[in-house]
């Protein structure tokens, strides 16, 4: 056991610190003081000093000797939330912000159609960590999925300037500048993500929308016919290119696109018999 010199206070264990005369105490307080952190913010520790006559390391400090999250993060101030019982849970396991956990959150609640509760997980994954880039492309998601565009795309924007290879970002980034019809910016997003990421076939599918909208048509095509080459296993691939051929007026194209999805059993199959059926009336009416 460690002896702790007067005037400075030293973490010896979870349940002790050092007071000013040098003797070790049995400290309770150290979970109120967590507790008084998430409500009061950083100013607790000098208070509780002043109180008490007990010194205590700086919280950053403190949070880093803990082990438990991120030195110089406040715990999340939600309700229900309990400190103790969430400390000793996290206590010996790899380090894992606890901003994550909320945009985890944030993304079940968007998922399952909640999307304002998503953006207010998202708002407390940013307030509780504004240096995170996950925390910030999270709410943007958010942001997109209420339509809040503008928004979205400012919180997708400084999430890669915090981390230029969130590929993801460039991704969604992209994709709310081509529902805008900025296709040039669309087309730019898609291009870094596919350069930092080229095994996936939607952003080949996405750019090739924004090609096609620019008349850019080989382009479009050469993108549709890559993103097939990368996911073969995929209905959706095919769909895009038979809809390119359909709006192309090449409907014999379209039709054996649309059948080739039609093999691979796509979840909303309904919507690809219907696409089906009208391309082949189409072709009846052309003859």
Not at 57 to 79: D, E, H, I, V
Not at 128 to 144: E, V
Not at 246 to 258: C, K, Q, S, T, Y
Not at 261 to 268: G, Q, R, S
Request: hydrophobic fraction near 35%; include cysteine.
């Amino acid at each position: 056991m460690s002896e702790g010199k007067p005037g400075e206070a030293v973490w010896h264990s979870p349940w002790m610190v050092y007071g000013k005369d040098g003797k070790p105490r049995f400290s309770p307080w150290r979970f109120v003081l967590i507790g008084a952190i998430i409500t009061h913010g950083r100013k607790v520790p000098g208070m509780f000093e002043k109180a008490t006559g007990i010194q205590l390391p700086s919280l950053s400090k403190f949070l880093a000797t803990g082990k438990w999250f991120r030195p110089g993060m406040n715990l999340p101030g939600q309700r229900g939330f309990d400190p103790t019982s969430e400390l000793l849970k996290r206590r010996g396991k790899p380090f894992r912000p606890l901003s994550d956990d909320l945009c985890d959150q944030s993304r079940a609640h968007a998922h399952a159609g909640r999307y304002d509760q998503a953006l207010d997980t998202a708002e407390q994954a940013v307030r509780l960590d504004s240096n995170s880039a996950m925390a910030l492309y999270t709410r943007g998601q958010a942001h997109h999925y209420r339509k809040d565009y503008d928004q979205a795309v400012e919180d997708y924007s400084k999430a890669i300037q915090l981390d230029p290879v969130l590929a993801s970002a460039y991704y969604w980034r992209g994709t709310v500048s081509s529902i805008k019809g900025e296709y040039d910016r669309a087309i730019a997003d898609y291009n870094e993500f596919i350069r930092l990421d080229p095994k996936h076939a939607l952003p080949y599918n996405h750019r090739g929308v924004a090609h096609a909208k620019k008349g850019e048509h080989d382009k479009a095509l050469a993108d549709f016919d890559k993103a097939i080459a990368i996911d073969p296993s995929s209905p959706d691939v095919y769909g895009y290119r038979a809809h390119f051929h359909r709006a192309r007026g090449n409907l014999v194209a379209a039709i054996a696109d649309f059948r080739a999805a039609l093999k691979l059993n796509p979840p909303d199959r309904k919507k690809y018999e219907e696409w089906l059926q009208a391309a082949e009336a189409a072709a009846r009416e052309k003859k």
